[in-house]
């Protein structure tokens, strides 16, 4: 690499570390304490489960160590076709939906949104969707609005002044990974029947953490599929509450078609592994039991909430407001020496001035560990 390159990247690493920016990555030493993981997404500690090791085991065994290919080039098995038809079956409720399986929540975000948006349409999305959402918006060429974080005015407003559009979607996450509250799907439903509109839904801090049988924030909030005419789309992730990855776009049969032939991000990429996809399956089926490890995790995260002076959390997220970059790295890192695994969250992931501790209870931790780190 070029000296004077490599120059130049060392003077913008230094003003991004002065900022108090800095990422480093974690070492992979030992595993954290289940008790005391406050920082993961799984949420059901079902990545440890040995039902879901076993099932990855075997598709491993069975199906090799890699899918070899991209999906439509040979890549596919038959345990990802059992891996999205649970995933349809599971957050459908009954309805008839279909899924198709990518390898990230990232990649799911760009298809979706790039399969049905373009040149001439519109999108209003929430200020604090995630950044996959934000790319996939950006990438996809059609305008785009931005609304107040929840702001219904806003938004109807947005949707006003694109009457014009080919097509119109509102951008959400169901559960919000920040600031963990619930968006407000049934409104946000009425305003696209209003200005006919679609929604799409990122379920990626919902799916196993609230709704019946854990089916997600449309499903909690009373937004079903048979009733929902204008639900568009839903992303159910599979590296959080389901302990694995990649991720389900989950919508009708004419939507995962739609995706079969338009979503760069699934056609030119390698698909999961069949381990990943066998673990999945299995996941999925005990996900949907653990009603009694769902309680659990929001009634540890209403006790962390109610210890902390904090607002009542819609599901497992707790945030903590710190301010200061510095501050909220040095309080992390006092945490670890204490024995606690927690997320430091700094901007650009938050506005500036909004880094905070982002606390995270599981089916794993106890009254005590949520007492202590308290």
Not at 104 to 124: E, F, I, M, P, S
Not at 334 to 363: C, D, K, N, S
Request: aromatic letters at 4%.
């Amino acid at each position: 690499m070029s000296r004077a390159l490599d120059e130049k990247l060392a003077a913008e690493l230094a003003a991004w570390r002065a900022r108090g920016l800095e990422r480093t990555l974690d070492d992979g030493g030992a595993p954290h304490d289940p008790a005391r993981d406050f920082v993961s997404n799984d949420y059901l500690g079902l990545s440890r489960d040995e039902r879901v090791i076993e099932a990855a085991r075997r598709a491993l065994l069975e199906g090799g160590a890699g899918a070899r290919a991209a999906r439509l080039l040979g890549g596919g098995s038959r345990w990802h076709v059992a891996a999205e038809r649970a995933a349809a079956d599971w957050i459908g409720g009954g309805a008839p939906l279909a899924a198709l399986l990518f390898p990230t929540g990232y990649q799911a975000n760009l298809g979706v949104v790039g399969a049905l948006a373009g040149r001439g349409d519109a999108l209003c999305c929430d200020e604090l969707v995630h950044a996959s959402l934000v790319d996939a918006a950006r990438l996809s060429r059609a305008h785009v609005h931005v609304f107040e974080h929840g702001d219904q005015d806003e938004l109807a407003h947005a949707l006003s002044r694109t009457r014009g559009a080919r097509r119109r979607l509102i951008l959400t996450e169901g559960v919000f990974g920040m600031d963990g509250d619930l968006a407000p799907l049934a409104a946000m439903h009425e305003l696209c029947e209003r200005f006919d509109a679609w929604l799409v839904v990122d379920e990626a801090h919902g799916a196993g953490v609230v709704g019946p049988r854990g089916r997600g924030a449309c499903a909690e909030l009373g937004l079903e599929d048979h009733m929902a005419a204008r639900l568009a789309a839903r992303v159910v992730t599979g590296g959080k509450a389901l302990g694995g990855a990649g991720a389900f776009v989950v919508g009708s049969e004419r939507l995962r078609e739609l995706l079969l032939q338009r979503a760069r991000s699934f056609l030119f990429t390698t698909s999961p592994p069949p381990s990943v996809a066998g673990a999945l399956a299995k996941a999925i089926e005990l996900a949907a039991g653990m009603d009694d490890a769902r309680s659990r995790v929001r009634e540890l995260a209403r006790r962390l909430a109610t210890r902390l002076d904090r607002p009542a959390p819609a599901a497992a997220i707790v945030p903590l407001p710190i301010g200061s970059n510095e501050r909220v790295v040095a309080l992390k890192q006092r945490l670890a020496q204490a024995g606690f695994a927690v997320g430091a969250v700094r901007p650009p992931t938050v506005p500036e001035g909004g880094a905070r501790l982002r606390l995270i209870a599981h089916a794993t931790n106890d009254e005590h560990s949520i007492d202590s780190l308290a």
